[in-house]
């Protein structure tokens, strides 16, 4: 069964993940990496809606959760910079980085939030049934 070679039952296991919530993002796009290189090795002797259905759809997904990854690492990345070193807190060019991280990250986790609807998650579910 499909279920037993991919694993997905895990991908899709538990509550959906929390779109806010950037570790539990992370653990997606982990899984969704997982399961999409699955895909791949296996394209062969898969059946055809796994590569024309499925697989778009993790690209998509594993996409979207890279940028919210990548710009939650940076916000991270300028607060431990700020506490770690005299940093220049407080001075209008870092102020202005740290605005332009923060602003990054909140229009990739709604561009995530627009993409990631409820019919898609069912969509990718279907493709891998």
């Known amino acids: 069964a499909l279920h037993d070679v991919f694993g997905y039952g895990c991908f899709f ?3 959906a993940p929390d779109l806010r919530d950037v570790e539990q993002l992370h653990d997606l796009r982990l899984r969704t990496k997982k399961l999409r290189y699955e895909i791949e090795i296996l394209a062969e002797v898969s059946p055809p809606r796994l590569r024309t259905d499925a697989y778009p759809i993790l690209t998509g997904l594993q996409d979207r959760l890279g940028e919210v990854n990548d710009c939650a690492v940076a916000v991270r990345r300028l ?3 700020a506490c770690a070193t ?3 807190r407080g001075t209008p ?3 202005a980085l740290v605005r332009e991280a923060n602003d990054l990250l909140s229009r990739s986790r709604a561009d995530l939030t627009a993409w990631w609807t409820p019919l898609r ?3 990718l579910k279907s493709a891998l049934v």
């Open 93 to 95: 060019a870092f102020d």
């Open 86 to 88: 005299s940093a220049p």
């Open 121 to 123: 998650a069912e969509q």
């Open 79 to 81: 607060e431990e910079l």
């Open 13 to 15: 296991g538990g509550d």
